[in-house]
């Protein structure tokens, strides 16, 4: 059985970092590209930031781009989301999700397995 699970969420201050982890299971995504996406109460689930499935290539929401951190070790079939300066806008449910292909991809109908996901929160 597929799954992926996500930890490292939690009560944060603005200012600060929290480091997200997905770790997969049931198959190996090494050549699939890795995202994360989040959604906010009354709001649609955005996309966050995806690694592409060789790693050489990351792609960032405007709104994150310098703050957060994404990675992989495909070694270990985990995924992370460094999370800096964190801000109260930031707060939201993240997931990951494994995209159908190593392209990576921001859109979410390209992704096919998703986590249950992590609540962030940010406090002013």
């Known amino acids: 059985q597929v799954r992926l699970a996500e930890s490292g969420g939690g009560l944060v201050q603005a200012g600060g970092s929290l480091r997200l982890s997905c770790a997969a299971s049931?198959?190996?995504?090494?050549?699939?590209?890795m995202g994360w996406f989040r959604q906010a109460p009354g709001n649609e689930r955005e996309f966050v930031a995806v690694?592409?499935?060789?790693?050489?290539?990351?792609s960032y929401a405007d709104s994150v781009k310098g703050r957060f951190t994404i990675s992989r070790d495909n070694a270990k079939n985990t995924v992370y989301l460094q999370m800096n300066s964190l801000k109260p806008e930031d707060t939201a449910v993240y997931y990951c999700?494994?995209?159908?292909?190593?392209?990576?991809?921001?859109?979410?109908?390209?992704?096919?397995?998703w986590g249950q996901g992590t609540q962030v929160t940010v406090s002013s």
């Open positions: 999700a494994a995209a159908k292909t190593g392209w990576a991809t921001r859109g979410a109908d390209n992704y096919d397995y």
């Open positions: 049931g198959r190996t995504f090494s050549g699939s590209a």
């Open positions: 690694v592409s499935g060789s790693g050489s290539m990351r």
